[in-house]
């Protein structure tokens, strides 16, 4: 059964830094795994898919990285603002299923 | 172009009755998933459906049940309510095939007393 954790629960760090949150999965037979980020009471925005094939992906100011050998992904966020406060999942689909199975996601706080 | 839109946002409803969630996608996505979302659980999948098919369902007891129309548009339903289905309800649009980026609504928030 596949289970999705990210580590850490929690992270606040000063504005302007770069940090990197984490993903991992313990069943490496994924199409492919998504970042998201929930504003707090709001839906889910999509931020980056990254197919089984692919290695990363990059959309302006994050980059999304995928090893699936190792059954881990990263979230780069560079030179954090305020803005980037919210709380960031990554899901992943497995085989043709149709559906996401979540991690528990991190809350992350940018501090002024 | 307008995303997915669920209605309504915001539901109160008593131990016992029936509720029904509407989900209108992303013009032109036919492919249309549910996830429950609580503090305890985190985001578990509900069902998925593709032109009018439940292609996919998730552990959730028969109270739970839900359709897709010919325009894409779905209702999810749950019957005789328990306070444990208090969460917020969302759901996702996607175009057809795995690989597709999903695209999420606001949510209806459920609050069951």
């Known amino acids: 059964k596949q289970e999705v954790t990210q580590i850490p629960a929690a992270l606040s760090v000063p504005e302007g830094e770069n940090l990197v949150l984490n993903c991992s999965f313990t069943d490496s037979a994924i199409y492919n795994l998504q970042w998201f980020r929930q504003d707090p009471g709001k839906g889910l925005t999509s931020l980056l898919l990254?197919?089984?094939s692919q290695r990363e992906q990059t959309s302006g100011r994050l980059n999304a990285s995928l090893d699936k050998s190792s059954g881990r992904s990263t979230l780069y966020i560079a030179a954090s603002q305020p803005g980037d406060s919210a709380t960031y999942l990554c899901?992943?689909?497995?085989?043709?299923?149709?559906?996401?199975?979540w991690g528990a996601g991190t809350k992350l706080i940018i501090k002024p | 172009k307008a995303g997915v839109t669920q209605t309504p946002r915001y539901l109160i409803k008593t131990r016992g009755q029936q509720v029904t969630l509407s989900c209108s996608p992303i013009s032109g996505h036919r492919s249309v998933s549910w996830y429950q979302q609580t503090p305890g659980q985190g985001l578990q999948f509900l069902f998925e459906y593709f032109s009018e098919t439940q292609r996919n369902k998730g552990n959730f007891p028969g109270r739970f049940s839900g359709r897709q129309f010919s325009n894409s548009r779905s209702e999810m339903n749950v019957s005789t309510l328990e306070l444990g289905d208090s969460a917020l309800y969302l759901c996702?649009?996607?175009?057809?095939?795995?690989?597709?980026?999903?695209?999420f609504g606001q949510g209806t928030r459920l609050t069951v007393v």
């Open positions: 899901a992943v689909t497995m085989d043709s299923n149709y559906q996401l199975i």
């Open positions: 996702a649009s996607s175009l057809p095939g795995v690989n597709t980026e999903a695209f």
């Open positions: 990254i197919q089984s």
